[in-house]
């Protein structure tokens, strides 16, 4: 993990041009967030200028930041619940902007920190370790002097409160920062540099440990077979009901993945949470009869759904993404835009897959939490685009 700031860039820079400035850095390393991912802010007088939804860390500017009442937020932290589209409405309000963007998820989160500069990654080295069978005690090892870590709940209201409760009587200043299982790392400084290279000194660490015991090689594998696309894809679109976008992915990665021996390692789940929102939890698996294969997947998404559904409305059940045994992997999405998210968020998926099992194993979020995620009426939202 590369420290990329450049003190000559950062000269001069006011606080907001600051916060600008590092949360790029922070975006411009896909190792660290992906597609939206990640939430940075600074504090400014009595307001938080928090990431607003639906600006990406790697292009922000400051009129992506939602200039938002630091009490009013704070103030939401005395409600024992709070469900996201209240959260979310209450957050609103409390802009001081009415045409900013609407504050993130993590916004409470963010103002109970009682630091100027607060960084959130979903660095995948950090999440790897965690996501595995051994996670916990790994994590611990790795940062339990000098982190608080805290054990996975759902982003937004629920995960603020759970950092409330246990940071009270905790002293912030012997923190380097928060590992989140299953999710990501958050640092915090009243520098905004200090920050940043607590985040990478942070994620460099893990890499350093995941090189020294689950470095990937990709030996040889069986040479690549062949696919009929076409008559994929005319299935896919019959499943999906619309015309729908393939991305072939045949990189050593996609290859090597999709020519293991060891078909569980498509069904370990998602790297981060939010990524199931893309990719559904697993892949399909196409190997000789892709109707039967896609039907399959189809009656197994179905199951999960009842297996979980209170009163939700199920998700289209054919696969966003799925392994061509032998091939590589296939995006499939409504447009190339799609696919091309799909296929970052999955390549990145599969090599911590692979990485986790050579910890001992990979292990994600359980299926009931998947679900909460994939079901999450934020979620829905931000699909929709509001
Ligand atoms: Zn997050």
Redesign the pocket.
């Known amino acids: 993990m590369k420290n990329l700031f450049d003190e000559n860039k950062a000269e001069g820079l006011d606080d907001l041009a600051m916060r600008v400035y590092t949360s790029r850095l922070l975006g411009s390393d896909q190792d660290l967030v992906l597609h939206g ?3 940075t802010s600074v504090k400014i007088d009595d307001l938080l200028y928090v990431k607003g939804s639906g600006w990406d860390l790697g292009s922000i500017e400051k009129e992506g930041f939602s200039p938002t009442r630091m009490e009013a937020l704070l103030a939401l932290l005395e409600y024992k619940r709070l469900s996201d589209s209240e959260m979310v409405r209450y957050q609103k309000e409390a802009l001081v902007d009415q045409s900013a963007p609407n504050p993130s998820i ?1 916004a409470i989160l963010h103002a109970l920190i009682p630091y100027k500069f607060v960084d ?1 990654t ?1 660095a995948d080295a950090v999440v790897t370790i965690s996501n595995t069978v051994e996670g916990k005690a790994l994590i611990e090892a790795l940062y339990g002097e000098e982190y608080l870590i805290v054990p996975y709940v759902m ?1 937004g209201f629920v995960l603020a409160k759970v950092i409330d409760e246990m940071t009270r009587g905790v002293d912030w200043e012997s923190l380097e920062g928060m590992i989140l299982h299953h ?2 790392v958050f640092t915090f400084d009243h520098d905004a540099r200090r920050s940043y290279d607590k985040m990478i000194d942070t994620v460099a660490k893990a890499e350093a440990y995941l090189d020294a015991h689950a470095s990937l090689s990709m030996e040889a594998v069986a040479k690549e077979a062949s696919c009929d696309l076409d008559a994929l894809g005319k299935l896919l679109s019959e499943a999906k009901g619309y015309e729908v976008a393939l991305r072939l992915n045949r990189s050593p990665l996609a290859h090597y993945f999709a020519s293991q021996e060891d078909m569980t390692l498509y069904h370990k789940g998602v790297l981060t949470p ?1 990524h199931i929102i893309r990719t559904k939890r697993f892949p399909a698996l196409f190997d000789q009869n892709y109707a039967k294969e896609l039907e399959s997947y189809i009656e197994n998404y179905e199951a999960y759904f009842f297996r979980h559904a209170t009163d939700e409305v199920m998700l289209n059940p054919a696969p966003n993404w799925a392994v061509i045994k032998g091939v590589g992997t296939l995006s499939i999405g409504k447009n190339e835009k799609e696919t091309k998210i799909i296929e970052d968020i999955t390549s990145h998926t599969m090599k911590a897959i692979l990485q986790g099992e050579k910890l001992g194993g990979y292990q994600s979020i359980s299926e009931a939490d998947s679900f909460a995620m994939e079901y999450w009426e934020l979620e829905q939202m931000k699909l929709k685009g509001k």
Do not use: C, L, Q, S
Request: charged share 20%.
């Open positions: 991912g990640g939430n993590e959130h979903h982003p999710h990501g939010e």
